[in-house]
């Protein structure tokens, strides 16, 4: 939402140039300033050069938030404003927005999928249902007291830091692959609503190891002394830890905290750093191009956005089939049965063969793309914040899709998220990332149950 060719203090003035928001450059200047400070950003003329590229995620947000607060509205329309941002940043967004419209008595339509953020900040909510809405309330009658069967398994998707609520498998009601709460909790009542039963003896807790890594425990990828820098600013700074085959391990931490650095020097595709990584005890070269076919092959990475991870002129079938064709499979027939069997895997099927990624949904095309990673049938799956930009339904699904494959297939995972109430839903062992350097490392019920890490203990 903002222009990379424009200084910061020059978009603010944009805005209310357009508007005719004060007399002169002088007034206009001064606004600025004075907008800048409540988001609680520096509003000296340094700062106001600086570019959207030289500002962090959160950052770059309440920039976007002085933009619509400079000319003083009366409404303001917020569309996922925190959606893909870490926990603690989004609390200092949520916090200025209240802030702000309490300040200026300025009324807030705010538009989220996050039912965390809409027990925070709003008064009323509308639950929306292909295009109807379909309950409407005061929050706390709509969040703790739901009278649509829809939005009760909303709710019941919701992933819990507790781990109390088993996200997967419900009816579905979105036009996406279902959602549901799986296994003894959910128990699906005649109105189509996911009631949870309070059964102290049926909580899953941590996510069972599957039982091939408690039997074999064959050490899968090592990583020793990894570092990467930027002239003389650390990115990873000495990170070391083992992912056993068949295991999940989740990497948590806030923006700048190196999480995708890390994650994507695991896959080759950041060639700058220094240390080791191995895969079944064979050192990887740094880059992918010099990595052999069979190395590429056995580490596939899923990025974070749905829409742009796959190319828009190509059908799906082409799309899930390249890695078969860098992989030197050349039969045509053979390719299309492996394409069709990977998108079996993820629930799409041969009906969206030929079809391309502007006619799908968000969670559509991250099944698809989790095919297309899929295909080659790698030793490890690296997931890059793959659900960061899905509603709580669409994400449920895409979970107990990703357990599914991981037992099925007894193949690892690296789970890459500032979420961390996703963690007993998707890993075995937690690391915690702070500043290029991991704080905290352990099994998920150890790190959740006895943080040792200050860092930790605030998230």
């Avoid at 570019?51 to 976007?64: F, I, M």
């Avoid at 190319?311 to 799309?319: H, L, V």
């Avoid at 979420?419 to 062992?429: D, M, V």
């Amino acid at each position: 939402s903002l222009n990379p060719s424009m200084r910061i203090g020059e978009q603010i003035a944009e805005t209310l140039r357009v508007h005719q928001v004060g007399a002169t450059d002088s007034e206009r200047r001064s606004r600025v300033g004075e907008v800048l400070a409540e988001v609680g950003l520096a509003n000296d003329p340094a700062y106001q050069r600086r570019y959207p590229h030289q500002l962090s995620g959160g950052q770059q947000q309440r920039v976007g938030i002085a933009m619509a607060f400079a000319c003083r509205p009366s409404v303001i329309v917020l569309d996922e404003p925190t959606t893909g941002l870490d926990v603690t940043t989004q609390a200092i967004v949520l916090q200025t927005i209240g802030e702000l419209a309490e300040r200026h008595q300025v009324a807030g339509l705010y538009i989220t999928h996050d039912l965390a953020v809409v027990a925070e900040i709003a008064d009323e909510v509308a639950v929306m249902l292909q295009g109807d809405i379909v309950e409407h309330g005061a929050t706390d009658q709509v969040l703790f007291a739901p009278r649509h069967g829809y939005t009760r398994r909303l709710l019941a998707a919701v992933p819990d830091l507790a781990g109390r609520r088993r996200v997967g498998q419900v009816e579905a009601i979105t036009g996406e692959q279902p959602l549901v709460v799986a296994g003894p909790l959910g128990v699906p009542d005649t109105t189509g609503s996911t009631q949870l039963v309070d059964d102290a003896k049926s909580l899953p807790g941590i996510l069972p190891r599957p039982a091939s890594v408690a039997v074999a425990a064959r050490p899968l990828l090592q990583l020793s002394d990894l570092a990467l820098s930027y002239g003389k600013h650390a990115v990873l700074d000495g990170i070391d830890f083992q992912l056993l085959e068949g295991e999940s391990m989740m990497l948590l931490g806030e923006s700048g905290s190196g999480k995708t650095t890390l994650s994507r020097c695991v896959a080759g595709l950041n060639d700058a750093y220094t240390g080791s990584i191995e895969l079944f005890g064979e050192r990887l070269a740094t880059g992918t191009r010099m990595r052999s076919s069979e190395d590429r092959r056995r580490i596939q990475y899923i990025f974070q956005s749905p829409f742009s991870s796959l190319n828009p002129r190509r059908t799906i079938a082409e799309s899930v089939g390249v890695p078969l064709q860098m992989s030197g499979i050349n039969d045509k027939r053979k390719r299309r049965a492996l394409v069709l069997e990977a998108l079996d895997q993820v629930k799409l099927g041969e009906r969206y063969m030929e079809r391309r990624p502007g006619d799908l949904s968000g969670g559509e095309r991250q099944r698809a793309a989790i095919a297309r990673a899929l295909v080659n049938a790698p030793s490890l799956l690296v997931c890059d914040e793959i659900t960061s930009a899905l509603d709580v339904s669409v994400q449920a699904s895409i979970l107990d899709l990703l357990r599914t494959l991981q037992t099925d297939h007894n193949m690892s995972m690296l789970f890459v998220t500032h979420n961390i109430a996703l963690a007993r839903h998707i890993s075995q062992r937690l690391a915690v990332l702070q500043k290029g350097k991991i704080v905290d490392m352990g099994t998920t019920e150890e790190v959740l149950n006895n943080p040792q890490h200050h860092y930790t203990q605030e998230l």
